[in-house]
């Protein structure tokens, strides 16, 4: 197996339709988890539907969220969607994230959906190509070879 002879090479950094590819396949399997998220809550409100305006059912399904990015991003920085675009998170020392960078950062990549993708758009014009949820949680995204 070759291996490279640079110890110093950067990581690839990866743009930004290869994330859009990684985000929308999390997207599918994150949507079958909360499928299943919900379905586990049929027991506790005797089979009937749970209101769609419901503040308590929308923050489980939130909590259910993180749960699914948090703990891939703590246990080797990838989730599936990531896994398949071969894309890694890595926190401070090349590591995955800490449960706290994993939540600033999910925190702050929804602030960057709400702001229309701004966010993640920013990495097109910064230096290091990082997304602002990148830099708040002092994590990056970089591609494997």
């Not at 930004?16 to 809550?41: E, Q």
């Not at 539907?49 to 059912?57: D, E, G, N, Q």
């Amino acid at each position: 197996m070759a291996s490279n002879s640079e110890p110093s090479a950067k990581p690839a950094e990866p743009g930004l339709a290869r994330r859009l590819g990684a985000i929308a396949y999390d997207s599918l399997l994150l949507t079958a988890v909360l499928f299943v998220a919900t379905a586990a809550l049929l027991p506790v409100t005797g089979g009937e539907a749970i209101r769609p305006a419901s503040s308590w059912y929308s923050a489980y399904l939130v909590v259910v969220s993180f749960g699914y990015f948090g703990w891939f991003w703590t246990h080797g920085g990838q989730t599936l969607g990531m896994r398949s675009w071969r894309l890694r998170l890595t926190g401070s020392g090349n590591n995955g994230a800490t449960w706290r960078q994993a939540l600033v950062r999910f925190v702050a990549a929804g602030l960057s959906w709400l702001a229309f993708g701004a966010g993640f758009l920013w990495m097109l014009v910064d230096s290091e190509r990082l997304t602002w949820h990148d830099r708040i949680s002092a994590t990056r995204i970089v591609g494997l070879s």
